[in-house]
């Protein structure tokens, strides 16, 4: 399958809400509400248009996967640093398990290191994301605002040595909250 992976346009915004909510019917560990955080999202100040990626299959130009990274900073008494989100990542159930996760997450971390983020923090799969580098949060001192399992939150250094004097806890956007 040849596929194309490009910035996100206010155009494709319906699609992609379509494609994400897909992807997500039928996961076990989901709200159902993934594309309403996406809208969300898209609203307010941490929302980072270049750093929102779909990938489109080349022989019907239908938008199948799509990824964002957003706004957040990690705090503590002393320190507050931006860093990203990504959440979500989607692919529509019929392209799951043809690489093109992997091919959205690659291009959107390699996207945000062109921008001069410094890390990037997920909550997702303990199996899946220590692929791409993440390691546990904790490792830094790092925690989420809420009750999680310590191998499913993660953050990975975009720049060498970026979280060597990070610690504290992760402020997502209201969006994620609303």
Do not use: C
């Not at 969300?40 to 990274?69: T, Y």
């Not at 290191?113 to 220590?130: M, N, T």
């Amino acid at each position: 399958m040849n596929m194309r992976i490009r910035i996100e346009q206010v155009d494709d915004y319906s699609v992609t809400e379509k494609v994400v909510k897909s992807a997500f019917a039928n996961a076990e560990f989901s709200d159902h509400k993934e594309h309403e955080l996406v809208s969300r999202i898209r609203k307010s100040d941490a929302f980072i248009p270049a750093l929102s990626l779909v990938a489109i299959d080349e022989e019907n130009q239908q938008i199948v996967g799509h990824i964002l990274l957003s706004k957040i900073s990690i705090r503590n008494d002393n320190q507050s640093i931006e860093s990203l989100a990504l959440a979500p990542v989607s692919v529509l159930p019929g392209y799951q398990s043809k690489g093109i996760g992997k091919k959205l997450i690659l291009e959107a971390l390699q996207k945000a290191k062109e921008r001069g983020y410094q890390s990037v923090v997920v909550l997702g799969h303990s199996e899946y994301y220590p692929k791409f580098g993440f390691q546990k949060a904790s490792h830094w001192g790092i925690k989420a605002p809420f009750d999680v399992p310590d191998e499913v939150f993660m953050a990975l250094e975009l720049q060498e040595n970026a979280l060597a004097q990070v610690s504290g806890v992760v402020v997502y956007s209201s969006a994620f909250f609303e």
